[in-house]
């Protein structure tokens, strides 16, 4: 089975080499990721910004490339000619860096467990950086540019 993956509609790509996971039981996940905006790419600059993630039902910290890992396997993210020139029309990155996997058969194995009477509105998410990646399955995210 292919991983379908949908790309996030946020105006930053991801761009790191380092991921950190902050956990709390009470105030979910916090990753902090060095990422691009449309502004940064042509200055050839990076920023920090946190992602959080609320209502978490698990967290998974992979140390591996995940899209050599899953080589052909990968569904959904639309490759682009002009990436800057989508970017710039849509206000989104084609490809983030950070997707919904559409197909996730973690969530479909543990729906029942997580939310047997499916009130949380749980996603399946990916955060994928250089050479790790990072999964939460929660019901939301917010994220925040560090200054």
């Known amino acids: ?59 998974r910290c992979i140390t591996l490339n995940f899209f050599e890992l899953y080589t052909d396997q990968i569904e959904g993210i639309s490759q682009q000619d002009d990436v800057l020139a989508f970017w710039e029309s849509n206000s989104y990155h084609p490809d983030p860096g950070f997707y919904e996997v559409m197909n996730s058969p973690i969530l479909n194995e543990k729906r029942t467990l997580f939310d047997p009477r499916n009130r949380l509105n749980l996603k ?7 050479d790790s990646y990072v999964e939460v399955i929660a019901s939301s995210y917010q994220f925040a540019v560090k200054d």
């Open 1 to 59: 089975m292919n991983i379908v993956l949908m790309p996030e509609k946020v105006d930053f790509r991801i761009s790191t080499t380092d991921l950190k996971a902050i956990y709390t039981e009470s105030g979910g996940v916090t990753l902090r990721v060095d990422v691009q905006t449309r502004w940064d790419v042509p200055l050839d600059q990076y920023r920090e910004i946190e992602l959080t993630f609320g209502t978490v039902a698990e967290l």
């Open 124 to 130: 399946h998410y990916l955060v994928a950086g250089y």
